[in-house]
């Protein structure tokens, strides 16, 4: 689900020019990028290019000092030119579009990707005026959990009008602006239009503005093929620079989507998208580098977070008016009235509340998600399933150049198949996947994730193969097998909470693989009876084995509780903190839901997640707080319906802190406020064991020996702070 969540959020801006758009960016692009990166086994491969993961900005906003401005009248683009992409995943090929130019004033591009079960499909057609801005568009097609796409702009006479899975519309406008589709993956548009403008800056509706700089400037030569190619950085759509290449006439030649799809221009081939990455990647470093810079305060002296309500989640307490000791990075001691030496810093915190650093155990990270993964607290994160080189260049980054949440690795297999997950590392044989899960154990992975097209004959025998490894095996479901089953067969965790009720509603002969372990849920799961005895046999069962679940509950209901033009319950209550356009992608559905009758069975199927999740903790079923969504946002979000289903406060703030940390074995160490831990700690305004909605009311975050203010990461990233 990551990766359509990453693709959706694409178009965020705010109703002012965004930060970046009052500096300039600059770039030291003097050498090629050089970092190490770790290969993964080799395996059948599925392209003569193999699978390298390279990470592209997305999502966190600032800016950098002048550079090179896009200049008035760049734009080489002309009648009848016509533009071919192919999009490749970790698997090989997911997709390919083509832009054609008709006229200088008319451009379409027809999309298609596919990844997984997502199957995402565009039509698109543009008219535009003498600036290149849209006059009319039209946009069809569907999207990847089958929702139908239809998107229509004009401007006319003064008046601007659209319809949208968003919002519908009009207001006049004498002069037109630039309109930002909700469900487009076109940018040459809007790319030529920029470069029209005199400083490369355009006023975009319904809000925002957005930005384009060029940066750098190389060659590339494929079969005897010479092209020259620039690199820019497109600031106001995202809430970081989207980098992009362009050719010498200004049509879009290649980008990274965050390391999980790479897009470049037909018959280049991904040995020129490789050469160029390593150029793209050291700009986005200096960017996150400088932003980061910028935004951490180092303690080199002792610091007492004096008078705070300290949260004992250990021994389940509430220690009041206790001071807490902070000292090379560890907690040094807790207690009331601690004195310290003259270089020490004291911080009065009453009427505070100090809870552990939180944990997030079902993340796919990029190297952007540090800024909105520390201002919500969450200090350390188990990454479920990434691409190795990813996962080798993060791990790198976040340990020593940018900030980011500690990190704890699990490797990702799948079978070859139509519907496999096309990242991490793809297997046709047994034998393949214990090569696979040697170079995960090799490489200080902590546990094994499969997926879907897992052979579920492989299972039995692999998991021993797993544990003589040292390593925890956990995954979906594999599709013709049931979770009874895989409990059997050596699972030590499930993913996702609707494995549980596919347990039930689907059997060993249903192709989980498809959409079908969705929309099974939303149309059955509230049909479920969680106190027939099969039920409650099979939770039994799992808390028997300790079986830890992976829930992302708000995941699921945002699957399930989507509609267009009304805003996702799981983010309305903070809905006003974020960027408008990225509000806007939180006002369509994700599941195409057809009717009446469909609607409340999807409805009374989210309240079915409520209750199992009720059910798991109050049978002793250990329970992990994952998200596999919006970093930061969703995890806190997570936590709060696990105390709106019934589970008792102290006990949500223990299974996001110590019981995640026991998953991988770092207890002795972290997840709770304790002398001798390391110091992640979150001071919170508020009480979260009164109400746990108050976790977004962090004025502190200290990780080890660093120091992160909330207020000025959200400010950073174009989030409206929660506290002062």
């Given amino acids: 689900m990551y990766f359509y969540t990453l693709l959706s959020a694409r178009w965020c801006g705010r109703n002012e020019r965004p930060l970046t758009a ?92 596919a990844w997984n079960n997502r199957r995402w499909e565009l039509e698109e057609q543009y008219t535009l005026d003498k600036n290149g801005y849209p006059v009319k568009i039209q946009i069809s097609g569907t999207a990847p959990f089958g929702d139908s796409i239809e998107e229509q702009f004009e401007w006319n006479d003064g008046n601007a009008s659209w319809q949208s899975r968003a919002q519908d519309d009009q207001i006049r406008l004498p002069q037109n602006q630039f309109y930002v589709p909700v469900d487009t993956f076109v940018m040459t548009v809007l790319i030529n239009a920029l470069l029209q403008d005199s400083d490369g800056t355009i006023d975009t509706l319904p809000s925002g503005s957005v930005h384009l700089e060029k940066l750098h ?15 820019y950085a497109l600031t106001g759509l995202d809430l970081t620079p989207t980098f992009i290449w362009l050719d010498g006439k200004n049509h879009f030649f290649a980008w990274n989507i965050s390391g999980w799809m790479k897009g470049i221009r037909s018959g280049w081939g991904l040995e020129t998208f ?35 309500r300290v949260l004992d989640v250990e021994n389940r307490r509430v220690l009041d008016d206790h001071d807490v000791l902070v000292e090379d990075g560890k907690i040094v001691q807790i207690g009331q009235g601690i004195q310290v030496g003259e270089g020490a810093q004291v911080i009065d915190v009453k009427g505070k509340t100090l809870i552990p650093g939180l944990w997030d155990m079902h ?45 704890y690795k699990a490797g990702f297999i799948d079978k070859q198949s139509d519907y496999s997950a096309g990242t991490g590392i793809t297997v046709e044989t047994l034998d393949e996947a214990k090569e696979a899960v040697d170079w995960y154990a090799d490489n200080g992975y902590l546990q094994i994730k499969t997926y879907s097209s897992m052979d579920p004959a492989w299972m039995k025998e692999l998991a021993g193969h797993v544990h003589a490894r040292g390593l925890r095996l956990s995954g979906h479901i594999p599709a013709f097998m049931t979770a009874d089953q895989a409990v059997d067969a050596g699972f030590d965790e499930i993913q996702h909470i609707n494995m549980l009720f596919l347990n039930f509603l689907a059997d060993d002969k ?48 945002t699957l399930l509780l989507t509609r267009n033009k009304a805003i996702d319950p799981e983010y309305a209550d903070i809905a ?33 997640l409520m209750a199992m999740t009720k059910l798991l903790f109050d049978k ?44 991988v074995g770092a207890a002795q160490s972290s997840g709770s406020i304790a002398e001798g831990k390391v110091a992640d700690l979150v001071l919170i305004d508020g009480n979260p064991l009164e109400n746990m909605a108050d976790l977004r009311k962090a004025t502190l975050v200290i990780q080890g020996d660093k120091l992160y203010y909330p207020s000025q990461l959200h400010q950073s990233i174009g989030v409206k702070p929660f506290v002062d």
Avoid: C
Wanted: proline share 4%; aromatic share 8%.
């Fill in 274 to 308: 490789e050469q160029l990455d390593n150029i793209t990647q050291k700009a986005e470093l200096e960017y996150y580098q400088s932003l980061s810079a910028r935004l951490t305060n180092t303690l080199n002296q002792p610091l007492v977070l004096a008078h705070a």
């Fill in 217 to 231: 400037t190389t060659s590339v030569n494929h079969k005897g093929t010479t092209a020259s190619v620039s690199l």
């Fill in 363 to 407: 993340a796919h990270l990029s190297k952007d998600q540090g800024f909105s993964y520390l201002a919500a607290g969450v200090t350390s994160v188990r990454d479920i399933g990434n691409s190795p080189d990813n996962m080798a260049q993060i791990e790198t980054l976040f340990g020593h150049q940018i900030l980011g949440p500690r990190i």
């Fill in 510 to 557: 249903v192709d989980t693989r498809k959409r079908l372990r969705f929309s099974l849920i939303g149309d059955r799961a509230h049909e479920l009876d969680l106190q027939s005895p099969s039920v409650q046999a099979f939770v039994e069962k799992l808390a028997q084995n300790g079986i830890e679940v992976d829930l992302t509950v708000s995941t699921f209901r």
């Fill in 576 to 608: 006003d903190h974020l960027p408008a356009n990225l509000v806007r992608q939180f006002m369509k559905a994700t599941m195409n839901v057809e009717d009446d009758a469909m609607d409340s069975n999807y409805r009374q199927s989210a309240e079915a």
């Fill in 620 to 663: 002793g079923v250990p329970i992990l707080p994952g998200t596999d969504y919006f970093s930061g946002f969703t995890l806190i979000r997570e936590l709060e319906l696990y105390a709106m289903a019934g589970i008792p406060p102290m006990e949500v703030l223990r299974i996001g802190t110590l019981n995640s940390a026991s998953v």
């Fill in 22 to 113: 009052r500096f300039r960016i600059r770039s030291i692009l003097q050498k090629p990028f050089d970092s190490s990166t770790v290969k993964g086994p080799t395996m059948r491969p599925l392209n003569s290019h193999g699978a390298a993961g390279l990470l592209l900005a997305f999502g966190l906003a600032i800016a950098f000092p002048q550079y090179v401005m896009a200049q008035a009248g760049q734009s080489q683009i002309t009648a009848g030119d016509t533009v071919e992409i192919d999009y490749y995943n970790d698997k090989g090929l997911a997709g390919h579009q083509q832009v054609t130019w008709m006229r200088s004033n008319q451009v379409s591009s027809s999309f298609k990707l």
